[in-house]
């Protein structure tokens, strides 16, 4: 596989900030790549790197092995989508697609058959002729699409998308950018500081923080692996386990990370327990537990009986459920 997107120990400083600090990443072709972090964590200026809106300190980018540092925005073949979609309100949906390609000199029915087609791949087909003021937020996030893909770029650049959507139409735009992904065959690079954005669509994360890169691996390797307390803690939710802790729990010192998924309530075998609260999320209820002085925290299924605040229980899970992590980092 051919790499898409290299850093090389990047930096980009801002005075005495470091908002990108010794980065190194490979990104290939055709992948779906996900930037996961914090605000503040160093994504969204390792994007901008990508996109030419910012230059490095130092160190070296490569996309598709020619260097990017120097090379202007509008020289690199890379597309961007933004939050904030920028349509242009006194322009058609068509001719809002088809702008780049005027840009570049095509002719009037050659780029508005590209920006049909394009708007057919992201299912809004007959929309060309309306304005975007007619458009709902998930319509108007699509255009923004077919107008960064009628390019045709190498790499498509997403700078938090859906973030202005409401959670349902989030869901169904992540479905529909995991398709168009694969459709196209193209690389996404997606910026987001949503976990389960990251975790339902990435064929790989980077998480980052205080601009660095805490761990890069699949979906399930960061979720089920983490190496960090950082990573475990930011990246769903999780037990924190103190060495001491640990060692109580589990009998293995060391710092361990013990997903409220993996803890049952009520079994015989259990370490005994004290129900702390509960509440109810619909699928699942949330259960805070007191274990021999540890909070803990469980997610159970619905269906599952839960005693009341103050009632005794316990708490069981499998030996291989805690993760043991590298350090407290």
């Known amino acids: 596989m051919q790499t898409a997107v290299l850093f090389s120990n990047v930096s980009r400083h801002y005075g005495e900030v470091r908002a990108v600090d010794g980065v190194d990443l490979e990104v290939g072709e055709g992948e779906f790549f996900a930037m996961l972090g ?31 540092e120097g090379v202007p925005p509008y020289r690199r073949n890379v597309n961007t989508v933004f939050q904030d979609y920028a349509l242009f309100p006194h322009m058609s949906v068509r001719d809002n697609v088809a702008y780049g390609l005027m840009i570049k000199g095509m002719g009037k029915a050659e780029r508005h058959r590209a920006a049909e087609e394009a708007l057919e791949l992201v299912r809004l087909p007959g929309y060309g002729d309306r304005p975007p003021s007619a458009l709902s937020g998930g319509q108007r996030q699509r255009v923004a699409l077919a107008r960064a893909i009628v390019n045709k770029p190498k790499v498509l650049l997403l700078d938090e998308p859906l973030g202005a959507l409401d959670l349902k139409l989030r869901e169904q735009m992540q479905d529909e950018l995991k398709s168009l992904q694969q459709t196209l065959g193209i690389t996404f690079i ?54 001491a802790v640990a060692e109580r729990l589990t009998g293995q010192k060391g710092w361990a990370s013990l997903r409220p998924e993996a803890i049952r309530i009520g079994e015989t075998a259990g370490k005994p327990a004290t129900v702390v609260s509960h509440s109810y999320t619909g699928a699942m209820n949330r259960v805070v537990l007191d274990v021999e002085g540890t909070r803990l925290t469980a997610i159970v299924p619905a269906q ?26």
């Open 38 to 68: 914090p605000s503040g964590s160093g994504k969204t200026t390792s994007l901008r790197l990508i996109a030419g809106f910012e230059q490095p300190t130092s160190g070296h980018i490569e996309i598709f092995g020619e260097t990017a």
């Open 190 to 243: 997606f910026v987001t500081h949503d976990q389960g954005e990251a975790l339902s669509m990435a064929d790989r994360i980077a998480v980052f923080n205080h601009g660095r890169i805490q761990q890069i691996g699949a979906p399930e390797e960061i979720y089920q692996r983490p190496q960090s307390r950082f990573v475990a803690d930011f990246v769903g939710s999780s037990n924190i386990l103190e060495p």
């Open 304 to 329: 599952v009986s839960v005693p009341a605040a103050g009632a005794s229980t316990t708490a069981a899970w499998n030996p291989d459920a805690p993760h043991f992590m590298e350090g407290e980092g």
